[in-house]
């Protein structure tokens, strides 16, 4: 599995960003995609998932409406819908893609990240 993504950069607080990854390889179309975030001297951290077929949707708690996950079948393409972006959103994000029970703790297939700013 290959993950490309696209979309960082800098933006001020209470902006939007959109993060999209495309996934490529023999099983992507049936396999969860989502992102996880690592901050600033912190461990990385699910943010969220969705199933290949885009009926499973999971969240990390911290995300309180502001994110939405989406993903597009046809080109095997997830985004990420960031809003009412904070400070402390400020990460580098990772595409990751797996099976359904390591989607959130465990992924083994990640995207190279790209970075997310966010200033006050």
């Known amino acids: 599995v290959q993950l490309q993504a696209s979309g960082g950069g800098l933006v001020q607080a209470g902006g939007s960003l959109r993060l999209s990854c495309t996934g490529s390889?023999?099983?992507?179309?049936?396999?969860?995609m989502g992102w996880f975030r690592q901050a600033p001297g912190k461990e990385r951290e699910f943010v969220a998932a969705?199933?290949?077929?885009?009926?499973?949707?999971y969240y990390a708690g911290f995300k309180k409406d502001r994110f939405t996950v989406s993903r597009d079948t046809t080109t095997n393409t997830v985004h990420l819908q960031m809003d009412n972006l904070k400070p402390e959103d400020t990460a580098v994000y990772y595409c990751?893609?797996?099976?359904?029970?390591?989607?959130?703790?465990?992924?083994?297939?990640w995207g190279q990240g790209t970075l997310v700013t966010v200033s006050s």
């Open positions: 969705i199933s290949g077929n885009g009926d499973s949707i």
């Open positions: 990751v893609a797996d099976q359904a029970d390591r989607i959130t703790k465990g992924p083994r297939n």
């Open positions: 390889g023999r099983a992507i179309r049936i396999i969860h």
